[in-house]
């Protein structure tokens, strides 16, 4: 069991930038520099949707085919942090982002909210 504590979302036009960061605490039965990370958004339209994965060691990294190429993930294991730089934001970007420890979001954070629009 781990503790996620999402932040960095907001407001954003098309095309702008936002770094989300998500703090892994009060870890029980949990390695956080041990474990694949991941990314998950969810939008009424949409449901919850696999974003991106990456590995223990930050090596290798994977990404939904609609945010390849613009988001880029990230991990500190000395700060147990997971990140999401996201540039060239779309108006379908637009979410709930969550951190979780598995690709299915049972183990997840509050979530932070991202909004893109004009």
């Known amino acids: 069991e781990v503790q996620l504590v999402e932040s960095g979302g907001g407001l954003v036009k098309p095309g702008g930038s936002l770094k989300l960061s998500c703090e892994a605490s009060r870890f029980t039965g949990f390695t956080f520099s041990s474990s694949y990370m991941y990314w998950l958004r969810q939008s009424p339209k949409k449901g919850l949707e696999w974003v991106s994965t990456?590995?223990?060691?930050?090596?290798?990294?994977d990404y939904a085919p609609s945010v390849k190429g613009r988001f880029t993930i990230a991990r500190d294991n000395g700060r147990k942090t997971l990140y999401l730089q996201m540039d060239s934001l779309r108006i379908e970007d637009t979410a709930v982002y969550y951190c979780?420890?598995?690709?299915?979001?049972?183990?997840r954070g509050q979530g932070t909210q991202v909004t893109v629009s004009s």
């Open positions: 990456i590995s223990s060691g930050g090596v290798w990294k």
């Open positions: 979780a420890t598995d690709r299915g979001g049972k183990s």
